[in-house]
């Protein structure tokens, strides 16, 4: 019986048979849920339901990002490693290269000690053969190996001139360099043949290249800087300027009356006083004269040849004298021609 009334069996499936006492409870306790839960689902617990759920969700997020860098950091790692092996395989190569060049460069130098020791003794004996007439003459019968020996001679002299740094620009010969040796030799060898009247020809005539490099590294090398190649270097000018030829091409030459002019005050008294005589036979020829003009008659130039005048090397004075006379002379001659026009 529920509510005085008989449950039908087709309707049990529906039905909870219950005592009321009971249902009366479960009525109650409905009412209190009822009452209680506005009290306890309010709106801050909805917020921290929801913060809750999004730090979840923030908490997987950070996890999966974790997980993506510690797979990068892995894979750095790995890459890192390789590159040390590397770096490492590199330095090892480095190393043996350098040794490699270290002895490459220690068997350049004995055979470039080697090569200035030859040279030096070659051109050595090569100076001492062209003191000779006959030689100079046989030299000459074949003109194309004299011509590419002075180029040769030109560009060495010119590389070893260039090659000097500036400190090395102010000091004097080594005796004991067979570089220095060698040069000198290459210079006194032309000299040499310059002093041979058809050796000069030769010169005034072929050896164009050669007679421009000595009057640019004259100019190049400073005052007191080697000496003795600064003196066969103006000796074999001074034998070139004996052949009209020679004389009548170098004058063309901008820079020889101003090379000349600050060798005439260098510390070395022996290229002074082969800057004098260089000077003198230019001043002695008209033809000279006219072309070089009145850079022959510059005070500063008479100034210089008069203190010289008062050398301690009596042949220094002796030329100084007789090159200041011709300068004056040269004065009056021109001064006179052109009273006369």
């Known amino acids: 019986m529920l509510g005085g009334k008989s449950v039908n069996n087709a309707d049990k499936d529906s039905y909870v048979r219950l005592r009321k006492r009971e249902l ?69 190569e480095k190393l043996l290269l350098r040794e490699q060049l270290w002895q490459s460069g220690t068997e350049l130098q004995q055979q470039a000690d080697f090569c200035s020791s030859l040279g030096s003794a070659s051109c050595c004996l090569l100076w001492s053969c062209s003191a000779k007439e006959d030689i100079i003459t046989l030299w000459l019968s074949d003109h194309g190996k004299l011509q590419s020996f002075l180029l040769v001679a030109a560009q060495t002299l010119e590389s070893f001139v260039r090659s000097l740094d500036e400190d090395v620009k102010v000091q004097t010969e080594d005796p004991n360099s067979k570089e220095h040796t060698f040069v000198l030799s290459l210079a006194g060898t032309i000299t040499n043949v310059a002093a041979n009247t058809n050796g000069r020809d030769f010169l005034a005539n072929s050896a164009h290249v050669l007679l421009d490099t000595l009057i640019r590294l004259l100019d190049l090398m400073r005052p007191g800087a080697f000496p003795k190649l600064k003196v066969l270097m103006l000796m074999a000018l001074y034998n070139v300027s004996i052949s009209i030829e020679g004389l009548k091409y170098m004058m063309k030459n901008p820079g020889l009356l101003s090379v000349t002019l600050n060798l005439l005050e260098d510390r070395d008294w022996e290229v002074c006083l082969h800057s004098l005589r260089l000077l003198q036979s230019l001043v002695l020829e008209d033809e000279a004269l006219l072309v070089l003009g009145p850079a022959v008659v510059d005070p500063e130039l008479e100034m210089r040849v008069r203190k010289l005048t008062s050398s301690g090397q009596a042949c220094v004075r002796e030329a100084a004298q007789q090159t200041l006379e011709d300068l004056q002379a040269a004065f009056k001659n021109q001064k006179s021609k052109a009273s006369k026009h």
């Open 24 to 92: 009366e409870k479960l009525t109650t306790e409905v009412m209190q849920l009822r009452d209680f839960l506005p009290k306890v689902l309010n709106r801050e617990l909805m917020d921290m339901l929801n913060k809750a759920k999004a730090m979840q969700t923030m908490r997987e997020q950070m996890a999966q990002e974790q997980e993506r860098l510690r797979q990068d950091c892995a894979h750095l790692q790995s890459r890192l490693e390789a590159s040390q092996a590397e770096c490492q395989k590199e330095r090892e």
